[in-house]
């Protein structure tokens, strides 16, 4: 069965202050890791793909690395706006199914 | 309209009502989905269906009725729900295949009464 933990829960940061956000993952043949960004109120919104160990993905403040146990989303230099729940999740060889991580929860402070 | 959209954005209901969740996707994909998020818990997929037939059924109780009439439009029935039922009920569509992004509406906020 697959397994998704993220760590922290819950991360306050200052506007500025650089940090990362982990998701550790146990998969049987791992065909997909994904990062999604969750804002109250709406659903989640795709940020990233990463396929293999040693891929990384940029996207404006955010960047995210996969290994062969766990992915990071490095937030560099971080505003207000990019306060959200962060959500990773995988899918395995055996079909389309995603199993998600419990989230992180990003409260940046102006 | 782009995107995944869903109706209503909010559901009141008592637990002897019927009801339907609605999901329409205008992005051309193949696969949908029904997820339950639910305070402190991870997303909890509901049910899959590839190209209109289900594939998944994540041993949900049958108070939960999915229906998938084409590749754009997915339903959520429900009837007879309990108070543990409240939660925010999300629809998805990708390609076919897991290696595709899934794409996530705003969801529909149920509460049972």
């Known amino acids: 069965e697959d397994q998704v933990t993220q760590s922290p829960e819950a991360l306050r940061l200052q506007e500025g202050e650089s940090s990362s956000l982990n998701c550790s993952y146990t998969v049987s043949g791992l065909r997909g890791l994904f990062w999604y960004r969750q804002d109250p109120g709406k659903g989640p919104e795709f940020l990233f793909t990463?396929?293999?160990a040693g891929e990384e993905k940029e996207k404006e403040r955010l960047k995210a690395t996969l290994t062969k146990k766990e992915s990071f989303l490095h937030i560099t230099a971080p505003k207000p706006e990019d306060s959200a729940t962060y959500l990773c999740?995988?899918?395995?060889?055996?079909?389309?199914?995603?199993?998600f991580g419990g989230g992180t929860r990003l409260m940046v402070k102006p | 309209e782009t995107g995944v959209t869903q109706t209503p954005r909010h559901l009141v209901m008592g637990m002897t009502n019927k009801k339907s969740l609605k999901c329409e996707q205008h992005l051309g994909h193949n696969a949908m989905y029904w997820y339950k998020q639910s305070a402190k818990k991870p997303l909890e997929l509901m049910f899959v269906y590839n190209f209109k037939e289900q594939t998944e059924n994540n041993s949900v109780p049958s108070r939960f009725s999915p229906e998938c009439p084409n590749s754009s439009h997915l339903f959520l029935h429900l009837h007879t729900l309990q108070p543990e039922d409240s939660a925010l009920y999300l629809c998805?569509?990708?390609?076919?295949?897991?290696?595709?992004?899934?794409?996530f509406g705003d969801g529909t906020r149920l509460s049972i009464l």
């Open positions: 999740a995988v899918n395995d060889n055996a079909g389309n199914m995603l199993t």
């Open positions: 990463l396929y293999s």
């Open positions: 998805a569509s990708s390609q076919a295949g897991g290696s595709q992004p899934q794409h």
